[in-house]
Structures are given as structure tokens and as C-alpha cells.
């Protein structure tokens, strides 16, 4: 998680609440949760948290294993392909969607080749367009040895498996499009890990979508005082997944909140009794 602070920063992108912050903080360097944000010993989806520190730590399952967390997941993934759309027409980029379902002519029928690009763009020079398909790896720490801790070598080996798992699902829609006549067209596989790093195609996407960008900032939107265009958007970005990273472990907790409430009322009234014999 990279960020910095940013005065008169626009609502919204890069703004972070005290608990957001320190479960993310705490997840980030693999420190213990802050109390608020840790979850019940067993987990809602039946998993026992595992008490082998050398392979486990909090919050490792709820992030990466806990299958209950997939509709999380699932809405950070669709607030990422937002948060590029809107990245997008801020570079001057055309015709910018997310979620175009009719876009690959396999709709019909079973293929399962079939594709729904999470964000179509079109640069505003070149005419050339953008297929990008999103994808967030979250298993760092998972269980699985095949996609886990064991098999997590390196920093971004995860985007590399992103980008590469990316590019052979979608090699069959992008040659039904070029068979259409579409030729200048270019698939991003925008692979990002939970941490924050970023694929090689991300990276060269981005920096390329900043070369079309008119970058001189307007002081009355931006205040003489904000970041540049580029650094904006890449904090925007990493706020982005340490939000949702937190929003993960905290939503681990929420499901011990009536417990812990009628133990916090307990100790009260006991409290209150111990006081009335004094």
C-alpha cells in the first residue's frame, strides 16, 4: 500500500477512515488485525482459523481462502474496472464502457470462450481500441499450493499468472473480433496483486494512457496544491485495493458483532452489581 497524503483531494478516491486504514496496514505488513476488525476462532463458512503461524496468520483464510468472501471480491473487481473507466475519460479516451455484454458474437449458445470485456476504450488519437479485462489476485497467502504462499516466489508473480491466465481465455474472442475485420484492437490483461503491485501490461497500459492525457491541471478543479494527473490516479488505485483488502477483514468481524455486543453488555451490568454491593 504506497500513499501519501494528499491536500484537497477529489471525494471519494483517496480517502481512507481511520479502521479502513489500520486493518489494511495490519494486513499489508502481516501484523495482528486491530481488535474491531478480527473475526470469530471459526470462520461463517465452517473453517477453523489455524493456529500454525508459519503458514497461517490473521486474516490469511478470510483473504484468500474463505469462499464466503467471494461476493467481496467480486465488488472489488467491479470497482476497480469503474475506477478505470473513470481514469479513462479523464485521458481523453472515447466511447469508454465497463461491462459490454454483447461485445463477443459467441453470446449466443454455450461457448465458454465467450467473453465480457470489464472496460472497452477507444484512444482519442490513434482510434486503436481497448479490450480490458480485469483481474485481482488474492492469494498470496492461500492454502493452495498451487496458487498459495508455496508457489508465491517472487513480488508479482501473482500479476504474471494474472496476465498469463488472462491472455489464453481470451485468445479465441480476440480472433472471432479480428476475423470480423477489427484489427486495430489491443487486449490489457490489467492484472494487479491484493498488495498493490502491478503486472508488466498494467504498468505499460497506464503509462501509455497518461501519454494521451492532457496533463496540465486545472487549478480551480485540482487546487494548486494536488498531486499531478499521473500520481493522483496511481494512489487512487492503491487506496483503492487497501480499502477492499480491509473491507475483507472487517467483513470477518461483522459476523461476531451480536456475540461480542452481548458480552460488552454483560460485563456492564456485572460491573453495575459489583458497584451497587460496594
Known amino acids: 500500500m504506497d500513499t501519501q497524503a494528499v491536500p484537497w483531494q477529489r471525494e471519494g478516491y483517496c480517502s481512507l477512515s481511520n479502521t479502513v486504514y489500520r486493518t489494511a ?39 484468500a481462502d474463505c469462499k464466503s ?17 473513470q481514469f479513462l475519460i479523464e ?17 449466443v449458445g454455450d461457448d465458454s470462450s465467450r467473453r465480457v470485456p470489464d472496460v472497452l476504450a477507444t484512444h482519442p ?24 504462499y508455496a508457489s508465491y516466489t517472487t513480488t508479482g508473480v501473482g500479476c504474471l499468472r494474472g496476465e498469463a491466465q488472462k491472455k ?6 480476440m480472433k472471432r473480433k479480428m476475423a470480423e475485420g477489427y484489427d486495430d484492437i489491443e487486449f490489457v490483461p490489467f492484472s494487479i496483486e491484493v498488495g498493490g503491485v502491478w503486472g508488466p ?8 494512457c497518461l501519454d494521451a492525457a492532457n496533463t496540465d491541471r486545472d487549478i480551480d478543479f485540482y487546487h494548486w496544491s494536488s498531486q499531478s494527473f499521473g500520481d493522483f ?11 477492499e483488502r480491509a473491507r475483507i477483514g472487517l467483513a470477518a468481524s461483522k459476523g461476531d458483532w451480536p456475540r461480542r455486543i452481548a458480552a460488552y453488555a454483560r460485563d456492564e451490568q456485572e460491573d453495575a452489581a459489583a458497584y451497587a454491593d460496594s
Open 25 to 63: 496496514f495490519a494486513r499489508r505488513y502481516r501484523l495482528t488485525r486491530p481488535r474491531c476488525a478480527q473475526g470469530p476462532n471459526t470462520c461463517k463458512c465452517g473453517k477453523k482459523h489455524s493456529a500454525d503461524l508459519f503458514r497461517r496468520h490473521d486474516g490469511d483464510h478470510d483473504e
Open 69 to 85: 468472501r467471494n461476493g467481496i471480491k467480486q465488488q472489488a473487481h467491479n470497482f476497480l474496472a469503474d475506477t478505470l473507466k
Open 91 to 107: 485521458c481523453g479516451f472515447t466511447s469508454v464502457s465497463v461491462e459490454h455484454k454483447y461485445w463477443d458474437n459467441a453470446r
Open 125 to 148: 488519437t490513434t482510434g486503436r481500441e481497448y479490450v480490458i479485462d480485469c483481474r485481482i489476485f488474492w492469494n498470496t497467502m492461500s492454502d493452495s499450493s498451487s496458487g498459495g
Open 168 to 173: 489464453r481465455s481470451w485468445e479465441k474472442a
Open 201 to 208: 501490461a498494467a504498468r505499460r497500459f497506464f503509462d501509455g
Open 233 to 243: 490516479w496511481k494512489d487512487a488505485l492503491s487506496v483503492l485495493m487497501a480499502r
